[in-house]
């Protein structure tokens, strides 16, 4: 078995006496869209805080790509490619779409100040060629026609679709999604679903919690339910909603 994209070893993280993620342990492979389930306070959000660095684990490990990233701060997590997208989106509503995008990418030499001063060619180009990946990726997300609006004008759908956008334009390896379709109509949230399918065609991992699960189960490759800090069951969506725990889960014993 080929080693896992992120492993999460054992770890668990606790406020006071309050076990918010209990010794977890999975895996996410390369590819694809990965669930994660379990009704509130099931320890979901906790579990990402603590992958993207912003918590620090009380024990276990976390391996992204072969290499422990428990102790890294947030931005050296996102160096290594594991990027978040917020469940409310953090836009800049008075800047255009394309420039919220272009903000997203990574390693602007314009920003450097001997780019700016001595080599402007050089960042004028790498600069146009992130307005062309920009476009292309809101090309795929149908907000094309937007591109020089300003984001505080969009719709909450489309707000939702342009922050899945500016966690592409950063390149992840693994894209961690907190309720891509939640406040949305079905038919946007399966577009969305869709659009991510795609995308995941091409290399990208997604790692995604999902109140909707009619929605996620449509298109997730696998899926863990978590209750009260733990892993309580895992599978296929299929093998999921067959089995007991998923309701003891969410309805609770018997």
């Known amino acids: 078995m080929e080693e896992a994209l992120l492993g999460i070893r054992e770890v668990s993280k606790h406020f006071g006496g309050v076990y918010a993620v209990n010794e977890v342990d999975l895996d996410i492979e390369e590819g694809g869209i990965w669930g994660l ?19 620090k684990p009380d024990h ?5 790509n072969g290499k422990c990233i428990s102790n890294l701060a947030p931005h050296n997590v996102y160096g290594e490619g594991v990027v978040n997208s917020f469940q409310l989106p953090r836009l800049f509503n008075r800047m255009s779409v394309l420039d919220n995008m272009l903000v997203a990418a990574r390693g602007h030499q314009g920003d450097k100040c001997l780019y700016s001063l001595f080599w402007r060619k050089s960042w004028q180009k790498q600069e146009e060629g992130l307005i062309e990946e920009a476009l292309d990726i809101l090309r795929l997300v149908d907000l094309e026609r937007w591109a020089f609006s300003f ?15 500016r966690g592409l ?13 939640a406040g949305i109509n079905p038919a946007l949230g399966k577009s969305i679903f ?23 189960f449509e ?36």
């Open 37 to 55: 389930v379990g009704p509130n306070g099931s320890g979901k959000t906790t579990l990402f805080n603590t992958i993207l660095g912003l918590y």
């Open 169 to 181: 334009m950063a390149k992840p390896r693994l894209l961690l999604l907190d309720e891509p379709a």
């Open 219 to 254: 298109f997730a490759n696998w899926v863990y339910v978590m209750d009260k800090g733990r892993i309580v069951a895992q599978g296929e969506p299929h093998e999921v909603v067959d089995s007991p725990a998923f309701y003891e889960a969410y309805l609770g014993e018997g």
């Open 194 to 216: 869709q659009k991510l399918k795609d995308f995941s065609r091409n290399g990208t991992t997604f790692f995604i919690v999902e109140h909707r699960l009619e929605i996620l």
């Open 60 to 64: 276990g490990a976390i391996y992204f």
């Open 151 to 165: 984001a505080g004008e969009l719709s909450g759908g489309q707000r939702k679709l342009l922050e899945v956008g």
